[in-house]
Antibody, heavy 119, light 104 residues
C-alpha cells in the first residue's frame, strides 16, 4: 500500500524556518518524482515545488510565489522528500502536502502537516 | 508561469443533471491536464489525467475533454455525493482556483 506521511509542521513566528519531511512507503520511491502542495484554511490548492526522480541532479521547479524561500530535496536512501521553508509569513499558514505525480496528475497524497505562522 | 482559470466559480445543479466545468490555460498545456475532486476534510482525489483518461476506480459519469488551452470536465447523472470542489492541474504543477459544485 502506498503511503506518504508528512511531518515537521507546527507553530512558528514570522521570519522563522522549518524543514518539512515526507516519508514514502509501498512503492519504488527512487523512480518517482514528487511534489509539494499547500492549502491555506478555506482556500484552494497551491502547487509549491517539484523534484524529479534522479538522485545526482534531479530536475527541480518552484512556483514563482515561493522561489528563493523554499528548497526541495530528496534522500532516496531514506525514501523521503523534504521542503525547507524559510522567512515564513502569516500567509504561509497552511496544510502542506507531499504527493506523487502520475502522468499529468497526482495519484497519492499524504494527510498533510499544518504550518501556522503567528506571533 | 502558466495560469489556469476555472469557471464557473460555483455551480448549483439538481440530481440527474449534467455538470460542465471549464479550465482555461494561459498558454498551451498540450494534453497535460488533470482534474480532481476534493470534499471537506479530505485530500484531493484524482479523477482525470492527460485531459481525458479516467483514473482507477472513477465512474464513467466523469469524463474529460479538451487540449491546448481549453479543457472541460463533464459529470453526468449528478448524484448528491458529487458535491465538492473540483480543481484542474497542469502537468502535476499549477492548479486552477477551483469550482464549487453544489447538488441541490
Amino acid at each position: 500500500e502506498v503511503q506518504l506521511v508528512e511531518s515537521g509542521g507546527g507553530l512558528v513566528q514570522p521570519g522563522e524556518s522549518l524543514r518539512l519531511s515526507c516519508a514514502a512507503s509501498g512503492f519504488g520511491f527512487s523512480a518517482y518524482s514528487m511534489i509539494w502542495v499547500r492549502q491555506a484554511p478555506g482556500k484552494g490548492l497551491e502547487w509549491l515545488s517539484y523534484i524529479g526522480a534522479s538522485t545526482r541532479s534531479p530536475t527541480i521547479y518552484y512556483a514563482d510565489s515561493v522561489k528563493g524561500r523554499f528548497t526541495i530535496s530528496r534522500d532516496n536512501a531514506k525514501n523521503s522528500t523534504y521542503l525547507h521553508v524559510t522567512s515564513l509569513r502569516a500567509e504561509d499558514t497552511a496544510v502542506y502536502y507531499c504527493a506523487r505525480p502520475f502522468w499529468s496528475g497526482t495519484d497519492y497524497w499524504g494527510q498533510g502537516t499544518l504550518v501556522t505562522v503567528s506571533s | 508561469e502558466l495560469v489556469l482559470t476555472q469557471s464557473p466559480a460555483t455551480l448549483s445543479l439538481s440530481p440527474g443533471e449534467t455538470a460542465t466545468l471549464s479550465c482555461r490555460a494561459s498558454q498551451s498545456a498540450s494534453n497535460y491536464l488533470a482534474w480532481y475532486q476534493q470534499k471537506p476534510g479530505q485530500t484531493p482525489r484524482l479523477l482525470i489525467y492527460d485531459a481525458s483518461k479516467r483514473a482507477t476506480g472513477i465512474p464513467a459519469r466523469f469524463s474529460g475533454s479538451g487540449s491546448e488551452t481549453d479543457f472541460t470536465l463533464t459529470i453526468s447523472s449528478l448524484e448528491p455525493e458529487d458535491s465538492a470542489v473540483y480543481y484542474c492541474q497542469q502537468r502535476s504543477r499549477t492548479f486552477g482556483q477551483g469550482t464549487k459544485l453544489e447538488i441541490k
